[in-house]
Structures are given as C-alpha cells and as structure tokens.
C-alpha cells in the first residue's frame, strides 16, 4: 500500500526557544523584507480568502499565499536565491545587508569590485530560476544544473535568463553533489538550498530569504493567527523557514498545527520521522512524482532540525491529491478567487480538502485536530511552471508519463 495518504504524528515536546528557530525569526525576516521591497519587480503576492471553500469544507477559514505572482516567476522560489546572492554581494563588498540595495548592486563600481563571479547549483526548476533571474538582474553569471526528467519548458525559462542551464542524467539528489564538484572544479560559487554537515551557512540565508512570504502573510491577516499551517516539503528548506519564523512569533497558546506534507515518492521527511531514531531517512531513485519541486530524497539537515522539534504532523500523500488541489484552486465555488497553482503549490490544499471531504480519514482529522473553528493556510508555492503538465493533469485528468 504504498500510493495512500500516510502520516505521522508528534506529541510536543517542552522544547525552549532555540536558536534553530531564531535564525527565521521576525527579526532577521524584517531585514530580508527590506532587502526584497528594494527591487523594482516587488510586490506583495495576494493573500486569498477562500470563504465559500471554507464554508464548504467545514472550517472557519482557508487562506492561500499565492506565490504565482512573485517577481513575474511563477513560483516563491526566488525570495531564498536573490537573498542568498545579496548577502554574499554584501560581504564582497563588507557591507551589512541592510545597508545593500538592488540600486546598489547594480551599479557598475560594485560589479567591478564583484569580478568574475558565477554562480551555480541543482534545481528541479523553480530555485535554478530563481538564482538565474537574480544572477541575470544583477549582471552576473549563473549555471544550472537540472535532474533526468526535468520539463523542457522549465529548463528553457532558465536559459531564457542567459543562464548556462542542462538537464543531467542524474536523480535530484546526485545533481546537487554533481553541481557541488562543478563548484570546486572551476571555482564556482554554489548556492545550494539544501544544507548537510560543512554546507550551512549558504542553505540557511536561502532559508532566511523565504520568510519575506511570512512577513507578508502576517501584515495581511491583520491581526487573525492561522490555526492549521500546511506547509510541502523538497528539501524541507521552505517548510522549515516557514516553521521557524511562525514559531518565533506565536508562541504558547497561539502556536498553529504545522503539517508538513510530502510524495509518497520522495517522502524522506516522513519515514524520518516515522523511525523517529535520530537519523536520516534517504529515499533513493527517480522518485517519480507530480510533485517535481518536492521530488528530493535527501532532508536538509538544517531544515530537520527545526521541523523535528516544530512540526505536529508529516504527511505522505499520492500524486492524484495534488491533482485535486489544482482542481480546486482553478475551480473555485462563489465568490472565491481562481488561483492558479502548479503541482508542488496545491499539494497542501488537496491535502486539507480530502482530509475533510473523505469519511475514511476521520483518524486523520483527529490527528490533525482540524474542525469547525480552524483557520487554514497554505501557501500555493507557484502557478504553472510546467503549463503542458498543468494542463494534461486539470484538463484531461492525465499525470505524465514517467
Ligand atoms: C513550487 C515548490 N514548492 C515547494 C518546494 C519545496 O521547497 P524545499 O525544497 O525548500 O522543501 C519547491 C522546491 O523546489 C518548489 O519548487
């Protein structure tokens, strides 16, 4: 029975505040919003609430982040990569970050001073853009490496930022150690979101450039703290930053549900958890998934650290759930706002529908302790990246051919 909703649950521990959390804290995400907010394609992406979905789910609310909108990308991903290269910029430069600007960065004195630099690292598509698009704003070089299987149309709007991009022959996890060795052939700086022993201090800037998402969402809700966050898992880099900055924030009484929600072809977080003895479950292959943006077998350490202590639930589910928040979200009843939402981006959304439409999981409603009062969020982490798939899987009910 491997194609089914699985999940583990975690009784809270008393953990103190800890420095694994503060890292993503308001703090530090306050920064990185002012680093963001400095370049000219920022904006707020929309906070969508979904009232006539709530309504017919059973919960009091259900808000979406829609990060299809970020920096004309498609997909949140960028928020971590245009961080990451920021503070290294600033470094050169022996700045602070927050004396660094996009206007700063792009001028010429500071690009003479930068040299040659190329950036390089391992992407199923999204964070490749990502470091694409900000090497390309900021006048630098990029190269991209992508796993087998890797959708064209994702591979060229990487190359369409002047970045030297390819497809390999190898899994996600084998991409990330082959762009690592490229790095330290030729002198390259690799930007990597995921983190392992001697590889952090890189992995967690990305981190902290995603909690720009949560600064957003909080200013948005004025003042309503979410109960229930859903949140997908690759890497766990997002899931954890998120969980992180949520955490610093609301803490006690008002700490929200995390779940973390995963394929059940590269769950790695689960069966982590689920073996619950202190090491790293790895999920080996090609992992075969919908779901390419969470189709990584290899948790980040840093990002295990924090879900380990924070995270209430972590969730395996099947492709056709992911399907079904795609659905959905494209489909909306009453007033509710159409949001397109790709693969990896409504996976928590289906997840949260079925657990509430499906009279099987009522144990799994329990464990998520979700009911009348619960106020959702979720963050659709992009819109059709891969707009063929997109379309064979909402307009022909097809997945892809693996
Ligand atoms: C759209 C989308 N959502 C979520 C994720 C998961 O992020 P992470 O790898 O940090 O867990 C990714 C990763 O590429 C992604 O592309």
């Not at 979905?53 to 808000?63: F, P």
């Not at 309503?224 to 890497?235: C, D, K, R």
């Not at 492709?319 to 981006?345: F, Q, Y």
Request: charged residues 20%.
């Amino acid at each position: 029975m491997d194609e089914c909703i699985k999940s583990v649950h975690r009784e809270r521990l008393q953990v103190h505040y800890l420095n694994s959390i503060k890292r993503f804290g308001l703090d530090i995400a306050k920064k990185v919003h002012k680093f963001h907010q400095s370049f000219p394609d920022y904006s707020y992406t929309p906070l969508i609430d979904l009232k006539s979905l709530a309504s017919t789910l059973g919960v009091k609310s259900i808000h979406i982040k829609d990060e299809s909108c970020r920096f004309g990308l498609n997909a949140f991903k960028c928020l971590g990569g245009s961080y990451c290269i920021g503070t290294y910029i600033a470094e050169a430069l022996g700045l602070e970050i927050s004396e660094l600007s996009y206007e700063l960065i792009i001028n010429d004195d500071v690009k003479r001073k930068l040299g040659d630099v190329t950036f390089v690292t391992a992407t199923d598509g999204n964070h490749g853009r990502g470091i694409a698009w900000t090497a390309n704003r900021l006048g630098l070089k990029s190269v991209v490496y992508m796993p087998k299987g890797s959708s064209e149309e994702r591979l060229n709007n990487i190359k369409a930022l002047g970045s030297n991009a390819s497809i390999t022959e190898l899994n996600y996890d084998d991409t990330v150690r082959y762009a690592n060795e490229a790095a330290a052939k030729n002198g390259w700086i690799l930007v990597q979101d995921t983190a392992w022993d001697g590889y952090e201090t890189i992995p967690v800037r990305i981190m902290q450039g995603y909690t720009t998402m949560g600064c957003e969402t909080v200013e948005q809700l004025s003042g309503s703290i979410p109960t229930h966050i859903f949140l997908q898992a690759g890497v766990g880099a997002m899931a954890a930053a998120l969980t992180g900055f949520f955490m610093d924030l609301y803490q006690g009484e008002r700490r929200p549900i995390i779940t973390v929600v995963e394929p059940n072809k590269a769950d790695c977080f689960y069966k982590t958890a689920k073996k619950n003895d202190g090491t790293l479950q790895i999920v080996n292959g090609d992992m075969n998934t919908i779901m390419a943006g969470l189709a990584c077998g290899e948790p980040s350490t840093i990002a295990w650290d924090i879900l380990r202590d924070y995270a209430d639930n972590f969730v395996s589910i099947p492709d056709w759930i992911a399907a079904k928040g795609m659905r959905i979200l494209g489909n909306p009843s009453g007033d509710d706002k159409k949001i397109i939402s790709g693969e990896s981006g409504a996976s928590t959304l289906g997840l949260a529908a079925e657990v509430m439409q499906n009279a099987s999981l009522d144990w799994m409603r329990e464990q998520l302790a979700i009911n009348t009062n619960s106020k959702i969020l979720c963050f659709s982490t992009e819109g059709d990246t891969d707009r063929l798939n997109y379309r064979r899987i909402v307009w022909d009910g097809l997945f892809p051919s693996f």
